[in-house]
C-alpha cells in the first residue's frame, strides 16, 4: 500500500483535527489490517476517569476507514465512501494506551470491485477491537462502510 503512516496522520492532523488533538495516530496499515492507537489522556477523559467512549469510536473508525480510503485510492477510481451504521460494545474501562486493531481489509477489494463493475453501491461490515497494554479487550466496534461512484 503506498500510503504511508506518516502522510496519513499529517492527514488527520488537516481533515480529522478533533481525532488528532486527542491522540489518535496510525501506527500501521497493510492490505488487510491497520492498527490505531490512543491514549488516555486529560483531553480525551469522561467524568469516570477513563476515555471517552466517542474517542474509541473514533479510533476504531480510523482503524477501518484508513483501509477504505488507501484501497480507493490504489482503485484509481472516485468513489465516495460513507459510514452508514456502526454497533460498539464497552467491556472495561479505557486506561492507558489503548490499540485498535482492525483486520478485515480483504472485505473492502470485493465491494469496491463490485461498485465499479455494477455501477451500485455496495456495503460491508468491517470490526475493530481495542484493547488496553495488557491485552485486555475494552471495547469492540462494528462498522457498516458504504462505497458507491461518484458521479
Known sequence: MA???GKFNTFIFFKLPSAWWCGVRLRYMDQSKAVVTVRHRWINQNPF???????????????????????IRESGQRISMLVANNKANFSKKATG???FTCKDGHLIEGALQKTMETGEGQT???????????GVVVSTFDFEWTVKLKT
Open 49 to 71: 476517569k477513563s476515555m471517552f467512549w466517542a474517542v474509541q469510536g473514533m479510533a476504531a473508525e480510523l482503524s477501518t476507514g484508513a483501509m477504505v480510503i488507501a484501497q
Open 3 to 5: 500510503v504511508s503512516t
Open 97 to 99: 494506551k489503548i490499540t
Open 124 to 134: 460491508f461490515w468491517m470490526k475493530s477491537i481495542g484493547v488496553n497494554e495488557d
